[in-house]
C-alpha cells in the first residue's frame, strides 16, 4: 500500500520560511507528478504547486515568487520550500501523488491517486 508521509510544517512569523517534505513508501514505480495542495478552515482544498517527473512545474497564483517545489534526489520525494509566508498560507498542507500505470502486457492502464494526511502550516502576524 502506497504511503505518503508529510514533515516539515509548524508555526512561523509572517515573513518566514518553511519547508516541507513528502516521502513516498510501498511502491517500486516512479510516482508521475507530485505535488502540493492545501485546505484552510471553511475553504476548499486548492492547488499550491505541482512538479512531473520531467521537473515541469506549476504553481497558483497567490505563491508565485515565493515557493518552490522539487523533486528529491530519492525516489518519490518531494520539497515544497516556502518563503515569504503570509497569514492567508495558512492551512493544513497536503502532499499528493498521481499518475497513469501499465498494468498488463496489453498496455492497460490504470490511474492512481495518493494523499498523504496533512501537516499544519500557521503563519502569525
Known amino acids: 500500500q502506497v504511503q505518503l508521509v508529510e514533515s516539515g510544517g509548524g508555526l512561523v512569523q509572517a515573513g518566514g520560511s518553511l519547508r516541507l517534505s513528502c516521502a513516498a513508501s510501498g511502491t517500486k514505480f516512479s510516482i508521475d507528478e507530485m505535488g502540493w495542495y492545501r485546505q484552510a478552515p471553511g475553504l476548499q482544498r486548492e492547488l499550491v504547486a505541482r512538479?512531473?517527473?520531467?521537473?515541469?512545474?506549476d504553481y497558483t497564483d497567490s505563491v508565485k515568487g515565493r515557493f518552490t517545489i522539487s523533486r528529491g534526489y530519492a525516489r518519490n520525494t518531494v520539497y515544497l520550500q516556502m518563503n515569504s509566508l503570509k497569514p492567508e498560507d495558512t492551512a493544513v498542507y497536503y502532499c499528493n501523488g498521481r499518475g497513469r500505470r501499465v498494468v498488463n502486457v496489453e498496455g492497460a492502464t490504470v490511474e492512481y491517486d495518493y494523499w498523504g494526511q496533512g501537516t499544519q502550516v500557521t503563519v502569525s502576524s
Open positions: 512538479i512531473t517527473s520531467g521537473s515541469s512545474t
